[in-house]
């Protein structure tokens, strides 16, 4: 109830404040410095960069705000009528502040107490606002802002037409999500441009300005809809609209096309790599040219080398893949003999950490699962447990004639697991061995070399031996056999026969960042690297010999089009391997994915096109790979838990043909639907000369002859894993066979 002494407080309050108001207005002092009409004109939406696939398509955005800006034509004539109708029914009536809105807020609001009856901030002051945020905080802040936003509306409409300043509006406003603009907010929500917006969905967005949050139409869409009828109530109110069409209107459903590439994750990983690219081509441009861009706030845009096809088709073979093998993993850590191994790495890695006095403080944390990702207040312990057997992995393309990165899928989920799988460094496993394989054949072996398949136990190492996959033993393997079929012991042999220097040396020419170990179990694949290292280093064996540099950004350009940097061609001048060993690995390689290791390429996944590969497992299956090139692409994919204590205790779970083949297969067989893809990545391996076809012509096994059974009767059980000593060992050997021979 209000009675006479309430109203008389109220207006004396009232007045004090208009009072206080009023002094402020008469200048700038009490405010803050305020901008004039040259800073105005001067005004610049800080501008979301856009990042380009090479096809076109838009691959994410970097900003400081989510903003794409829009000119007025491109705004249909009932977005900025329901704009009007709800936020400023008189808006063109009045010079920036308007009067009797004022009055309204007066009575009803700060005397009546009727909070329903709205602000009385015009559009153009709510546009100060959004230009220059609120700066006052404490004693009398609400009216030393809104005295701020009074002035600046006022110089706003000294200096913008009604066009300019609800274009500036649109351009500027938050919808929340941290969108900004209505170009953005009508992507995010219905995935299409402004000037495409129907009348619903122009309500939509515009009831979203109330409050971004309560009405957000994919978190809330019973407000967003009732948001959305008030609106087009509001707009058949002032004519905008007549009855017949509010109501039809009013009864249709909520229909969003709801898109926000950060959460769907098709290139976050790639994105924080072309972060750190772009940085170092801005840096190089502003010494060069003496200008400095952000792409944060400068609208750039940027074309780069990403496939999108490829990069969607390789997200979804994630997708489609990796949730059934984390079933079987995570079923195999549910039994109690898992159980009590998962609990026991657990404790161990608390110890290790020094976390036993905080392992049960709980945190609200996001966990990650292919379900779809969960907030919980979880206690270090369990979280620990919980991301122990996650399945990760990494998959990245490279065009081997240019280096362009056609796609990269650092992980299972950027926002829950933002280490990038690409630049992780695993045990290689059998993937290691065409570096060994091409070294041989740089220092003189040939393909139809036969290596012995014999068993052999090394000294000092414990009495180890190698062994093949399969188990068998005897006869002798060609040097392409043995490496289509990945066969460790004759691989093993290969290695002593080459020498470790051979293969020390390319494998450094190469690239990779590790320092290779002279140890028995370096030809089995004990070297470490990382997926874009392997990647890099396949390059040489798909393009002739030569090692390519990685990159993604093609073009930079400003907003207006102008370029502002280009990247030259790519120019190879060094060659690491001769042509002749490239076209024998192509060729060898091509019968693993045709008759080897990778060979459910074909037979279960149906890739066509041509393919030469290698698949790779770890020690106790703890990593799988898969590395697969032509001409036109390479593509390697790694999967594993992120500790190698971690693995599938079965061998049809955990090698490189079931858990990282896949990825490869699937990604591949969707994009090369995709013709224009196709046309790139269908390309056939050079035909080889007439003598390179000879050396391949020879049966792939070749059983014990008398002479080498001979020569086992006197071999030793053992041999002590000295380099000079066994290649002298293998040069009496040969000796004694050619002695028989004749």
Request: glycine share 8%.
């Amino acid at each position: 109830m209000i009675n006479n002494q309430n109203i008389s407080c109220i207006i004396s309050r009232t007045m004090a404040a208009l009072c206080v108001l009023a002094l402020m207005s008469s200048c700038d002092g009490g405010l803050g410095s305020l901008p004039g009409e040259k800073e105005l004109l001067g005004y610049k939406n800080a501008t979301a960069s856009k990042v380009l696939s090479s096809d076109g398509q838009l691959v994410g955005k970097i900003y400081h705000q989510n903003r794409t800006n829009v000119i007025y034509n491109q705004v249909p004539e009932h977005l900025v009528n329901a704009l009007i109708a709800t936020e400023d029914v008189r808006f063109y009536q009045h010079r920036g502040v308007d009067s009797r809105s004022l009055l309204r807020v007066l009575i009803k609001t700060v005397i009546a107490g009727n909070r329903s009856s709205g602000g009385g901030s015009t559009i153009t002051q709510q546009l100060a606002k959004n230009m220059y945020g609120r700066q006052h905080r404490g004693l009398f802040s609400v009216a030393r802002n809104k005295s701020r936003e009074m002035i600046l509306a006022r110089r706003i409409e000294n200096t913008y037409s009604k066009e300019e300043i609800l274009t500036l509006y649109l351009n500027t406003v938050p919808f929340g999500e941290d969108v900004f603009g209505i170009e953005t907010a009508a992507l995010r929500y219905f995935n299409k441009k402004v000037e495409d917006l129907y009348i619903e969905e122009s309500a939509v967005l515009t009831g979203l300005l109330k409050a971004p949050s309560f009405y957000n139409p994919a978190r809330n869409p019973d407000n967003a809809k009732r948001r959305r009828n008030i609106v087009l109530s509001q707009m058949e109110k002032y004519n905008f609209i007549d009855s017949a069409e509010a109501d039809s209107l009013r009864n249709l459903p909520l229909t969003l096309d709801y898109r926000n590439p950060a959460s769907e994750g098709i290139a976050g990983y790639f994105m924080v790599r072309l972060g750190n690219e772009l940085d170092k081509i801005l840096e190089k441009v502003e010494v060069e040219t003496g200008k400095l861009w952000n792409p944060e706030t400068d609208g750039l845009i940027i074309e780069t080398s990403l496939n999108m096809s490829l990069q969607t088709s390789s997200v979804e073979a994630f997708r489609k893949h990796l949730p059934q093998m984390q079933s079987r993993l995570t079923g195999q850590y549910l039994t109690p003999s898992g159980k009590s191994r998962l609990e026991d790495i657990t404790e161990q890695i608390i110890r290790d950490r020094r976390m036993s006095s905080r392992a049960n403080d709980l945190h609200v944390q996001t966990l990650f699962r292919w379900e779809g990702s969960y907030s919980d207040s979880i206690s270090v312990r369990d979280s620990i447990r919980h991301a122990l057997p996650l399945l990760h992995a990494g998959m990245l393309a490279i065009d081997p004639r240019t280096g362009g990165i056609m796609a990269w899928v650092g992980g299972i989920d950027h926002a829950t697991q933002p280490y990038d799988q690409i630049l992780a460094r695993r045990q290689m496993g059998s993937v290691f061995k065409p570096v060994l394989y091409a070294a041989a054949l740089e220092n003189g072996s040939e393909p139809c070399d036969y290596l012995d398949n014999d068993s052999v136990m090394v000294s000092g190492y414990d009495e180890w031996s190698p062994d093949n996959f399969d188990g068998t033993l005897g006869g002798s393997w060609s040097l392409t056999a043995s490496l289509a079929k990945s066969m460790n012991v004759p691989s093993f042999n290969l290695f002593i026969k080459t020498g470790f220097g051979p293969v020390d040396s390319l494998w450094k020419a190469l690239g990779f960042s590790f320092s290779l170990r002279n140890t028995p179990s370096l030809p089995l694949g004990t070297a470490e690297a990382s997926i874009l290292e392997t990647a890099v280093a396949y390059s040489v064996f798909a393009n002739g010999g030569y090692k390519i540099d990685p990159w993604s950004v093609s073009t930079v350009k400003s907003p207006s089009g102008e370029l502002i940097y280009t990247r030259q061609g790519t120019i190879f001048d060094e060659r690491i391997i001769s042509e002749r060993t490239g076209f024998l690995l192509g060729a060898i390689l091509q019968k693993a994915v045709n008759e080897g290791t990778g060979a459910a390429v074909r037979s279960r996944f149906g890739v066509d096109i041509p393919l030469a590969g290698k698949t790779g497992t770890t020690q106790n299956y703890a990593d799988a790979w898969f590395a697969a090139f032509n001409p036109g692409i390479i593509i390697v994919a790694r999967a594993g838990a992120s500790l190698p204590a971690i693995h599938f205790d079965e061998g049809s779970y955990g090698t490189g043909s079931s858990l990282a083949l896949p990825l490869v297969a699937l990604a591949l067989k969707k994009a090369t639907s995709v013709p224009e893809l196709r046309q790139q990545v269908d390309n056939p391996f050079p035909e080889l000369p007439p003598d390179l076809s000879v050396a391949l012509e020879c049966p792939d096994f070749r059983e014990d002859t008398f002479v080498d059974k001979f020569i086992d009767i006197f071999r030793k059980p053992g041999i002590v894993f000295d380099t000079t000593g066994t290649k002298s060992d293998r040069r009496i050997r040969s000796v004694i066979r050619r002695i028989f021979r004749r």
